[in-house]
């Protein structure tokens, strides 16, 4: 009845952890939608603007991932998380009383802040919240409530743009008449505010998994050296992978408008309707199928797993991209989809396999620093970089670039992947009988900290 009662428990911080994570990204996303407003109202151009939504918010975030996601192995985290949620919808909230470029700058990069500390606490809250047997699973959850954020991010702020449009004006004592941009980030600063303060009052932190050793106060760096570096090495070949994703993301509503002809308001909702779809199917599945395998004796499940999503995603992306009508290529965009963004959580199943408690935040922050500076970073220029091989206008070889991204990046991540199988099978089968061991000593897992 206790164990019944703390599995509810852990599913109910899963869901309002999960809740966060969409509203980070909307928050995160938010100014793709407000670029023509913002250019006029704070006189910025085009360049300043990619900056904004790049590497201002990219770099920061990957960064400061690494010192945070050490704090969430040695500290507090539901604290952490609480903390992280202020900083990030104070700086939303503040972005839309921004009179300058650099003052939104400033304020971009402490959402970046704010945002890079979520994910490593929540994770590793995650992992303590669920006995091993149900950790893949909740975790699957947790990153399909990401996949939510990231690709309905566009669906739910264009609903906020549309809202803030149709508003009669809002006129605040200090700052004079609103502009529907600026109510459109007030209006999605504020959930991250009020979510913190629900978290702060119905969550405990729970007790850590007992460790060999006791946790180090700084930095350990163990996922550079043994035995774990195979986990931090399996993230960055999974970002290979990633490029395809966010380069296809980033362009494909585009694609819609120059290719086909449809409204970019159409282009958006249609594209994220159709990733949405496509990933969370993919990440609720993969999971199950990398425990269906290693209960049969697969302890390399989560690479097989992972490198046949790659493998089986990246041709049907090339097909998309050369699709000749606008429902060829979201068909056989949503199905590329389900394989590689669904079989990228496999990183994240491994970290709870293979990566002991004390030591699971700062490695899926280092995990998360390689995925930004490879997948985020390059993804999208990528795609850009690849139309300019073929002859003609640029403009007019966008599929052509697409196709050519998933062609290179698809077979060499899977390749990455199916190299690091030996290790991180070692990895594996070693943690496994450690966890033996461990429930034979159910005592040490017993006992809560408030």
């Known amino acids: 009845m206790e164990r019944s009662w703390n599995v509810r428990r852990g599913w109910y911080a899963v869901g309002l952890l999960g809740a ?15 670029v023509e407003p913002l250019r006029r109202d704070l006189h910025i151009d085009d360049t300043q603007i990619s900056l904004l939504m790049g590497p201002a918010f990219a770099i920061f975030y990957a960064v400061v991932a690494l010192p945070l996601g050490r704090t969430a192995d040695v500290s507090n985290r539901k604290w952490l998380v609480v903390g992280a949620a202020v900083i990030w919808g104070v700086c939303t909230l503040g972005s839309g009383f921004a009179n300058t470029f650099w003052l939104l700058c400033v304020l971009r990069i402490g959402v970046a802040i704010g945002e890079a500390a979520l994910t490593p606490a929540c994770v590793s809250l995650i992992s303590d919240l669920f006995p091993p047997e149900d950790r893949a699973q909740a975790t699957s959850v947790y990153m399909a409530f990401g996949a939510l954020g990231a690709t309905g991010a566009y669906i739910l702020g264009g609903l906020a743009v549309g809202a803030a449009e149709a508003l009669p004006p809002i006129v605040l004592p200090l700052t004079g008449l609103l502009r529907p941009w600026q109510e459109v980030l007030l209006g999605v600063g504020a959930p991250s505010l009020l979510l ?15 460790a060999a050793a006791p946790a180090a106060a700084g930095l350990t760096l163990a996922w550079i050296r043994g035995p774990y570096w195979p986990v931090f090495l399996m993230f960055i070949a999974t ?44 990440m609720l599945i993969s999971p199950k199928l990398a425990e ?14 992972l490198a046949a999503g790659l493998l089986l995603g990246f041709p049907l992306v ?44 700062e490695t899926l922050a280092a995990g998360l620093l390689g995925n930004s500076l490879t997948g985020i970073a390059i993804g999208p220029t990528a795609v850009v970089l690849a139309s300019h091989i073929f002859p003609g206008d640029q403009a007019s070889h966008l599929g052509q670039g697409i196709a050519l991204v998933a062609a290179v990046c698809g077979p060499l991540a899977a390749i990455c992947v199916l190299a690091l199988r030996k290790p991180m099978t070692r990895l594996l089968a070693a943690k496994g009988e450690e966890a033996a061991l461990i429930r034979e000593v159910p005592a040490v897992l017993v006992g809560e900290t408030a």
Request: aromatic content about 10%.
């Open 20 to 34: 966060l994570y969409v509203v980070a990204f909307v928050d995160r996303m938010i100014l793709g939608l407000l």
């Open 196 to 210: 913190a303060a629900v978290l702060a009052l119905t969550i405990r932190e729970p007790a850590r998994e007992q």
């Open 239 to 282: 970002a290979i992978g990633q490029v395809i994703v966010y380069g296809l993301g980033g362009w494909a509503p585009t694609y819609l408008v120059r290719q086909f002809h449809w409204a970019a308001g159409a282009a958006g909702i249609a594209v994220g309707v159709a990733s949405m779809t496509a990933s969370i199917t993919g």
């Open 292 to 305: 269906m395998w290693s209960a049969r004796g697969r302890t390399d499940a989560p690479m097989l797993v």
């Open 318 to 361: 090339i097909v998309s991209a050369l699709a000749p009508t606008a429902a060829g290529f979201l068909g056989f965009f949503a199905a590329g989809m389900v394989f590689i963004m669904g079989t990228g959580v496999m990183p994240f199943i491994a970290i709870q396999w293979a990566v002991p408690s004390r030591l699971r935040g």
